[in-house]
């Protein structure tokens, strides 16, 4: 994340309005694709114009479940992530 | 080993868009580096979080919340990932220095038979 940091300060505001858009980009996708990815993997039949009962619990445990998989995802890529800047930091260290 | 793979992996994000070889794009628009470098990121995210749903978790989604077989899953997923898209990258830098030399030796041989 060094060309984050990097950037001098007044485009460092530019740069926080360009990642809110794409925050809300981001989060628009998601839901599409969580969408399709829930019907895809719970709706087989089309005999009724509703979802019947099981596809309805079906598609609301298939979103919660991907939710909290994303977010235990992020906790983990967060800890990686933290873990290479220590040991860059580190290694910057014991090069001095 | 991981730090210069890790170096080299954003060389090669930034080596397709400015050619250089310096990790912090000095010359070329920063705002846009950094702009493509939270990209990469958050394309990095969406595509781990989607592979290792697929892989880890089962099909019935009966329960709303992860089993614990799941969740061990997701963690070894997620640095699985990670570790393969150093390799990766270090493929795709070495691929990008033959490709470079190539591209040399051709133009000096260019140039040579020009220079006649």
Same mark, same amino acid.
């Given at each position: 994340m060094d060309g984050v940091q990097n950037l001098p300060p007044h485009i460092q505001g530019q740069f926080m309005q360009n990642l809110e858009q794409m925050q809300m980009?981001?989060? /628009? =996708? @998601?839901?599409n694709n969580l969408v399709e990815r829930c019907f895809n993997s719970c709706v087989s039949s089309f005999r009724s114009k509703s979802l019947d009962k099981y596809e309805t619990s079906c598609?609301? $445990? +298939?979103?919660? %479940?991907?939710?909290? @998989?994303?977010?235990?995802?992020?906790? %983990? *890529?967060?800890?990686? &992530?933290?873990?290479q800047q220590k040991r860059a930091a580190d290694a910057l260290g014991a090069g001095k | !080993?991981? #730090? !210069?793979?890790?170096?080299? %992996?954003? &060389?090669i994000t930034m080596n397709s868009f400015f050619g250089q070889k310096e990790e912090?794009?000095?010359?070329?628009?920063?705002? *846009?580096?950094? =702009? =493509?470098? @939270? #990209? @990469?990121? =958050?394309?990095?995210? $969406? $595509?781990?979080?989607?592979? +290792? *749903? #697929?892989? +880890?978790?089962?099909?019935k989604h009966k329960e709303p919340?992860?089993? /614990?077989?799941?969740?061990? +899953?997701?963690d070894r997923c997620v640095s699985k990932y990670l570790e393969a898209q150093e390799k990766v990258g270090v493929v795709l830098q070495k691929a990008n220095e033959a490709q470079a030399l190539q591209q040399k030796n051709l133009a000096e041989m260019q140039n040579a038979l020009g220079g006649r």
């Open positions: 980009k981001d989060s /628009l =996708t @998601m839901y598609v609301e $445990n +298939c979103a919660s %479940r991907y939710i909290k @998989m994303t977010q235990r995802v992020g906790l %983990r *890529f967060a800890e990686h &992530q933290a873990m | !080993i991981a #730090e !210069i793979t890790r170096v080299k %992996r954003k &060389q912090k794009p000095a010359g070329p628009d920063p705002l *846009f580096a950094a =702009t =493509t470098e @939270m #990209e @990469m990121y =958050t394309h990095l995210f $969406n $595509n781990m979080a989607a592979a +290792c *749903f #697929e892989k +880890c978790s089962s099909r919340d992860l089993a /614990l077989g799941e969740m061990s +899953c997701s």
